[in-house]
């Protein structure tokens, strides 16, 4: 186990529904990463936050938003929902640095499926 | 930007016997590094093998080697003596030098051990 725990690991929810989904950073680590995963595919970088800032975004739209505490856990905030939404939802969190060493350690996940 | 791509949706694999997945990226930098994720069906990103660009050797762990080739811009794992544990979807990700830790994912490759 990494130590990054996220939480729930199913949701089910309403198109047009906000959800919130939390992430709880390993020990020592200050930056935190979320992704989307669809089904079948590869993880996409949704936006990035370090010491609680955000540091990089991918090609999200502005209803995908985030928050970074001060003891680095995190939120991803989804608002107005689409049946498109449905994927895992991955959080990683790193020690901040731009080094090899500096290794993203993932947490399980969160399906949310949205009908 | 930069993009991944794993040509080879599935490989299946004897147990014992030696498979070897493919990756190629594309990006104008100079410095990044590269990397091979497991994600089993418990779902949780696991890394298993990375490879700093400015080195030539080819990285080694265990039964897992990569042949990294800069020029042609392949970055290919090797995995000897398979196991039933190896099993499940891998990923080959893409991280800039200057970026922080927002990782590029491919689209994966889903590895099948027979006994």
């Known amino acids: 186990e990494t130590g990054v725990t996220q939480s729930p690991t199913h949701l089910i929810k309403t198109r047009g529904q906000q959800v919130t989904l939390r992430c709880s950073s390993q020990?020592?680590?200050?930056?935190v990463s979320w992704y989307q995963q669809a089904l079948g595919q590869g993880p996409q970088f949704i936006f990035q936050?370090?010491?609680?800032?955000?540091?990089g975004r991918g090609n999200f739209p502005p209803r995908f938003s985030g928050l970074q505490f001060p003891n680095y856990s995190s939120e991803l905030n989804v608002n107005a929902l689409e049946l498109d939404d449905s994927a895992l939802y991955l959080c990683?969190?790193?020690?901040?640095?731009?080094?090899?060493?500096?290794?993203?350690?993932f947490g399980q996940g969160t399906r949310l499926t949205v009908v | 930007a930069q993009t991944v791509t794993q040509s080879q949706p599935e490989m299946s694999v004897q147990e014992a016997e030696t498979v070897t997945l493919s990756c190629t990226y594309d990006?104008?930098?100079?410095?990044?590094?590269l990397f091979w994720y497991k994600q089993p069906p418990s779902r949780q990103m696991i890394l298993v093998i990375r490879?700093?660009?400015?080195?030539?050797q080819n990285a080694t762990e265990n039964r897992f080697s990569v042949n990294f080739q800069k020029a042609a811009k392949s970055f290919s794992l090797k995995i000897s003596d398979s196991q039933l544990g190896d099993a499940a979807m891998y990923f080959c990700?893409?991280?800039?030098?200057?970026?922080?830790?927002?990782?590029?994912f491919g689209e994966g490759t889903q590895l099948t051990v027979n006994p």
């Open positions: 020990s020592g680590h200050n930056t």
């Open positions: 490879q700093e660009a400015y080195k030539q």
């Open positions: 990006t104008s930098e100079s410095d990044y590094y």
């Open positions: 990700a893409y991280r800039s030098a200057t970026s922080g830790s927002r990782l590029t």
């Open positions: 936050y370090y010491r609680e800032e955000e540091n």
């Open positions: 990683a969190s790193s020690s901040g640095g731009r080094g090899p060493l500096t290794e993203a350690f």
